[in-house]
């Protein structure tokens, strides 16, 4: 099942139906052509399994001891190459986060060190960001020349508002983790990455009890609303409940209600998003 | 004036225009049929009369002490109803909802105690939300089939950003008050519920000295903008600005200003939004 | 270079391209015709030419000592103003501020005192916003029988969130610097107007290493993302990221890898945004 996705070091708990990648490549977690394939087979599996949360770390470190979660995207691969070969490559790197945003399950990114250019732009596909008191944040591009490419400069402002994004963006200021948590880039601090993985399994246990076609049809319903004006967010959160009736999601709730309060889970079935 | 709002126990201050409801019903203020009559009433009244401002609290408590605000949905009346029904019942609610979140008045939620999905979404239509200590908020929903479906989908990252609304609705964790406030589910933590009630009292004291109309038009015209891009955002402000002049409330503030600075209340007339 | 805005008092520091403008004008910095010419002529200035940082503060005080930022717009000037004249004004105000919110550079407001209607307004068209502890903040626009119309209607809430935007503009009541914090108002509090401006400069340093073409594109793209859906916002990120290809800036950060890590500064040449 998971052959595909070797290169991002996975490991899957089926009774929690977590899947939690350990990233572990190149100098210092930089991202290529060879990891954007591994990610774009890990949506594919992710559309199409039973995974109900998906978790995202590393225990990488410099040889210096510096821990690093992604320090960026893999820029010496692209020596020599023409204009035209690098926009492809940066429309398919947004491609494929665009398509990890959209995974009809939850996701946590868990840092524990350096998350830089498109690092922290992969953390703006996670659902929920963690981090350690190591994270480190920042948007190099514009003082290489480019902007962030794959979220940053169109995403970012989603999550830490406008303001934020532009300090990030346009000085390329670095920040900790206590400024991520304020600034709404990480959610949580979590003490190291053994207590990240702690809090994941506490998502993970409450997930495994729930719909799994609901939990896709409210992410997907939300994430649809999102930029829209008012008449059209409520045309489709009206879509996706009906969703959960004709779906028969909804039946299975009300005629398990007794079991629920009483702890089981009930046959929800695969996912049908 | 408030005997189709009974069920909703309101007690009206005619001197501040504050109107408090006091929720006290069924087992657990559990929402069904017959009290969104009575909230469907209520924006009637709201729409149509003097009232400045509303404050919608409960003092209630389950048998074992658990101070309640609004448990959530009347599930129970729903069995053995066709799935249409259910549908038709949760686009009412929906959009009665929506109605109560444009009222042309400032409306605050003063929660005490449990505050789960229909109840949160509840809070959703509230200008600005206060919390005591006791304050539980969670979403169900995905959990028992269905998501939320009348503003948890669609309204509840405006108020706590993707991520949080993400972790809320997909894993069904709950919060408490401080977590609530950090994440800006509620604006302010007040200690007991006395203190909510006079934290809304210095509010109404604000609001009947201003323009009932400018009001209105501010509400209105900062609803409309949310989810439009600039251009349009500035249009919408462009258009309620100059309602403002047209309606005659500029010039009644203009010849009043000596009067405003010694604290005296213009003759600004009823609401013409 | 800045005579057209001597009105607001310009200092400019050529090695950090850095302009400060320190406003002193009026009883109380208040702004009427005569200031938003020189705010006009501003954004001309800052449009075409070499300044990579703004900011603009007030060490004015008032004759019982209270600090003033920017007490509101002028209206004794509009005294005997048909109604035709005052919305047109109100639309240059308005214009005016919208052309100032997109300056191809990054811009900082540094508070030190009274900062209510235009003054508020002001701020939301800096990208970042610092305070002192005698920072006071609020919208006193319907108590006066208009509402904010230059941005206060339709930024405010991108900035703090829907319900504190309709707190501050439906009750006009006033803030603090603390508060001003919390709500996200204001990025960072600072001691004193000294420290805010070395906390500018420690901007100013970042930014005169970067490619002002990307810092500009980056600006751009961020902006014109919001209050977009997605598929809308991915396409705005994506010509702005080829947009720096294609003016060569990418080029040119390629080529001067070694140098931008040795800590030099690459020669973008003058913004072609």
Known sequence: MFERIEALHPHYDPELRLLTLT?????????GTVTLDAFEALCELLEH????CLCTTSRRASKSGTPIFISGADVTERVGWPDERVKAHVRRQRSILQRLRHVPLFT???SHGV??????EFLLTADYCLTTPAGRFGL????LGIIPGARGTAELALAVGPAHALRLGCTGEEIGADEALRIGLCHEIVPDIDAGLARVRTFAELLRRRSPTAVAVYKRGLLAATGQAEAERLCIEAAAYERCIDTGQAAI???????????????WGPRRS
């Open 253 to 267: 709730g009300r005629a398990s209600f007794s079991a629920i309060r009483a702890g089981e889970v009930p046959p």
């Open 23 to 31: 990233l572990d490549h190149g100098k210092a977690n930089e991202v």
């Open 140 to 143: 190099p591009e514009t003082g």
């Open 49 to 52: 399994g039973e995974v109900a």
């Open 108 to 110: 946590v990114a868990l």
């Open 115 to 120: 998350t830089l250019g498109w690092g922290l």
